[in-house]
């Protein structure tokens, strides 16, 4: 399994002042593009305004993020192994969660569909992921689902990992379907159609 913090080849110049990431890049297009965030620091909107990051003296500035955790989301732009993104579970969840503080639309989804792929994985770690990281509603609306369908209930375990709110809204509706009466064949009402159809877990 490859390691993008170690995959640098092609990465621009990242290096580290006390407890900050200065960031010169050269190559701005993806951030610029996919990047809300970036976009505005690389190209202001007032003429008079410094344009970030095109020199040394003058490097884009990241908070609360080492260069190993920006290495590994830049990794994402020039890996040059094309479509092919073979990386860690832990590396995934670092893109994931810089690719939510920065705006970054589609890595985020690519970061989502490449921990959903994870068989190692749990459901309930990764709904306590999708949630923390404001994951688009229609990939937790399955999860939960699934997590109402299951026989047995929510473990005390789990309960810590989902958080209480969390925990809350699956114990309820799961009382809720169950309570529903049966359907013409004499079974339970299936609970993702429940969900679907009842609007249990609509987005915000």
């Known amino acids: 399994m490859t390691d993008p913090s170690n995959d640098t080849s092609a990465l621009p110049t ?3 002042s ?3 990431t200065a960031w010169t890049c050269t190559y701005s297009y993806f951030s610029s593009r996919e990047s809300s965030v ?3 620091k690389l190209n202001p909107a007032s003429p008079g305004d410094v344009r970030e990051g095109q020199t040394d003296t003058d490097p884009i500035i990241l908070e609360d993020v080492s260069p190993e955790e920006f290495a590994k989301l830049l990794w994402v732009f020039y890996n040059p192994r094309y479509s092919i993104y073979d990386a860690s579970i832990s590396d995934w969840t670092s893109i994931l969660n810089l690719a939510d503080k920065w ?3 589609e890595v ?3 970061a989502v569909r490449e921990l959903h792929k994870s068989p190692s994985l749990s459901l309930i770690h990764k709904m306590a992921l999708y949630q923390k990281y404001k994951v688009d509603p229609r990939h937790l609306v399955p999860l939960y689902a699934a ?3 299951r026989p047995t209930p929510l473990t005390k375990e789990e309960s810590e990992i989902l958080g209480l709110e969390a925990t809350l809204l699956v114990m309820t509706t799961r009382e809720a379907l169950r309570a529903k009466p049966a359907d013409a064949s004499g079974g339970d009402e299936p609970a993702a159609a429940g969900i679907g159809g009842g609007g249990y877990f609509q987005g915000d």
């Open 103 to 105: 705006a970054f639309r």
């Open 108 to 110: 985020k989804e690519l």
């Open 18 to 20: 006390t407890a900050l």
């Open 14 to 16: 990242i290096t580290k």
């Open 38 to 40: 970036f976009n505005k």
């Open 147 to 149: 997590l109402c369908e």
